[in-house]
T-cell receptor, first 112, second 113 residues
Framework: GQQLNQSPQSMFIQEGEDVSMNCTSS?????WLWYKQEPGEGPVLLIA?????ELTSNGRLTAQFGITRKDSFLNISASIPSDVGIYFC????????????FGKGTHLIIQP | EAGVAQSPRYKIIEKRQSVAFWCNPI?????LYWYQQILGQGPKLLIQ????????DSQLPKDRFSAERLKGVDSTLKIQPAKLEDSAVYLC???????????FGDGTRLSIL
């Protein structure tokens, strides 16, 4: 089946630093999504990308849909303590007949 | 708008027992999904419904897992009998029509003793 390789697995950063994480796939996806999950909660949608090459921002978050449709990245600028959590990329093959394929997540830890 | 509701939040059972989870999707959302999230991994799709019909259940272990969405709104997921490896968080998600982004509930955390 389809697999997503998400990296890094974890990040230890200082407050105020910028963060970058990415996701690659051996298969093409028609939609890329980025979710954030905090302990005891379900994933919360951050950004959805629908077109190859698309660059979308949501506040301090910026994500891009790779031109090959096999990769995506998420950047967080000027990190703050509430950014702590696990960030998941997810790919959707499209057509409305498939669920999402998730990466294993990037665990973001912000050191005081 | 109210989000996806799931219950119970936690469940502890012994292996070989049965368990059921309930999900109420966002109002008006036709597509409903059940995912299994094992500790340290991303969610994995178990089953997808479009209204009251199954669209994809290829990854559902049908010898022990079953799910239904009889009236096209609420859904239940059942495990019978449970195995130790079923310990996970079971997440329900819904989408307006399967093409719009999925929104997740907070899940049911299942522990098998």
């Amino acid at each position: 089946g389809q697999q997503l390789n998400q990296s890094p697995q974890s990040m230890f950063i200082q407050e105020g630093e910028d963060v970058s994480m990415n996701c690659t796939s051996s298969s093409i996806f028609n939609t890329w999504l980025w979710y954030k999950q905090e302990p005891g909660e379900g994933p919360v949608l951050l950004i959805a990308l629908y077109k190859a090459g698309e660059l979308t921002s949501n506040g301090r978050l910026t994500a891009q849909f790779g031109i090959t449709r096999k990769d995506s990245f998420l950047n967080i600028s000027a990190s703050i303590p509430s950014d702590v959590g696990i960030y998941f990329c997810a790919g959707d093959s499209g057509g409305g007949a498939d669920g999402l394929t998730f990466g294993k997540g990037t665990h973001l830890i912000i050191q005081p | 708008e109210a989000g996806v509701a799931q219950s119970p939040r936690y469940k502890i059972i012994e292996k070989r027992q049965s368990v059921a989870f309930w999900c109420n999707p966002i109002s008006g959302h036709a597509t409903l999904y059940w995912y299994q999230q094992i500790l340290g991994q991303g969610p994995k799709l178990l089953i997808q419904f479009q209204n009251n019909g199954v669209v994809d259940d290829s990854q559902l272990p049908k010898d022990r897992f079953s799910a239904e969405r009889l009236k096209g709104v609420d859904s239940t997921l059942k495990i019978q009998p449970a195995k130790l490896e079923d310990s996970a968080v079971y997440l329900c998600a819904s989408s307006l029509d399967g093409r719009q982004p999925q929104h997740f509930g907070d899940g049911t955390r299942l522990s098998i003793l």
